[in-house]
C-alpha cells in the first residue's frame, strides 16, 4: 500500500519483496513497577523492522516522541492495532515515512500485555532507494544495503540513530 501512494508498486514486484520478507512474532509481558522504581516497561527505541503491528490488553503505555522532542501518550481503543514505522520502511522511503521513536511506561494497577508482530526483509535481501523517491526537494539518503548486514550490527543497539550512522549518505 504505501508502495502504491508513492507510485513504486512495480518496484515493489520487480523486487518479489512479497517473497524477500519474513515475520517475526513476540509477545511481551509489562510487570509493574514496584514503590520507587521507575516505571520505564521499555526503554526508548526505534524498531529495526520494516513495520511492526503491534496489540495489546486494555492496559495502556505506549507513547511516541514528537519532532519537537514532546512524549505523546496514546490511547489505543479496545480491539485496535497500532502500525509503527521502522528503519527498514524510513530506509526503502528514502526519509518520506519516518520511522517513530517510543517507549512503553508503566502506571496503574494491571500488567500490561503485547504482541508485535515485525515484517523484516530476509537474510541477504538489499535495501535500495527507489530512484522514483529521489530527486531536488528529496536528495539520496541512505546508500544501497544489505538488512541482514544493518541487522547483525544493530538488532540489539540501543541507538536511535542506527540507520543513520550505518547507511546515511551525509
Given at each position: 500500500?504505501?508502495?502504491?501512494?508513492?507510485?513504486?508498486?512495480?518496484?515493489?514486484?520487480?523486487?518479489?519483496?512479497?517473497?524477500?520478507?519474513?515475520?517475526?512474532?513476540?509477545?511481551?509481558?509489562?510487570?509493574?513497577?514496584?514503590?520507587?522504581?521507575?516505571?520505564?516497561?521499555?526503554?526508548?527505541?526505534?524498531?529495526?523492522?520494516?513495520?511492526?503491528?503491534?496489540?495489546?490488553?486494555?492496559?495502556?503505555?505506549?507513547?511516541?516522541?514528537?519532532?519537537?522532542?514532546?512524549?505523546?501518550?496514546?490511547?489505543?481503543?479496545?480491539?485496535?492495532?497500532?502500525?509503527?514505522?521502522?528503519?527498514?520502511?524510513?530506509?526503502?522511503?528514502?526519509?518520506?515515512?519516518?520511522?517513530?521513536?517510543?517507549?512503553?511506561?508503566?502506571?496503574?494497577?494491571?500488567?500490561?500485555?503485547?504482541?508485535?508482530?515485525?515484517?523484516?526483509?530476509?537474510?541477504?535481501?538489499?535495501?535500495?532507494?527507489?530512484?522514483?523517491?529521489?530527486?531536488?526537494?528529496?536528495?539520496?539518503?541512505?546508500?544501497?544495503?544489505?538488512?541482514?548486514?544493518?541487522?547483525?550490527?544493530?538488532?540489539?543497539?540501543?541507538?536511535?540513530?542506527?540507520?543513520?550512522?550505518?547507511?546515511?549518505?551525509s
Amino acid at each position: 500500500m504505501i508502495f502504491e501512494r508513492f507510485g513504486i508498486e512495480e518496484y515493489y514486484k520487480e523486487k518479489a519483496l512479497d517473497e524477500n520478507i519474513s515475520g517475526n512474532l513476540r509477545s511481551m509481558k509489562y510487570r509493574l513497577p514496584k514503590e520507587n522504581e521507575d516505571p520505564l516497561g521499555l526503554a526508548i527505541h526505534v524498531d529495526k523492522a520494516i513495520i511492526t503491528i503491534l496489540c495489546q490488553n486494555s492496559v495502556q503505555g505506549l507513547e511516541v516522541l514528537t519532532k519537537e522532542g514532546k512524549w505523546i501518550k496514546l490511547n489505543i481503543p479496545k480491539g485496535a492495532l497500532v502500525v509503527i514505522v521502522g528503519d527498514g520502511l524510513q530506509a526503502w522511503t528514502n526519509g518520506r515515512v519516518k520511522a517513530v521513536k517510543h517507549r512503553v511506561v508503566m502506571s496503574g494497577d494491571k500488567e500490561r500485555l503485547s504482541c508485535g508482530f515485525s515484517s523484516i526483509p530476509k537474510d541477504g535481501v538489499s535495501v535500495e532507494i527507489p530512484p522514483q523517491l529521489v530527486d531536488e526537494e528529496h536528495p539520496l539518503r541512505y546508500r544501497s544495503f544489505v538488512y541482514s548486514d544493518y541487522l547483525a550490527k544493530y538488532l540489539t543497539s540501543t541507538r536511535l540513530d542506527a540507520l543513520e550512522s550505518f547507511a546515511s549518505i551525509s
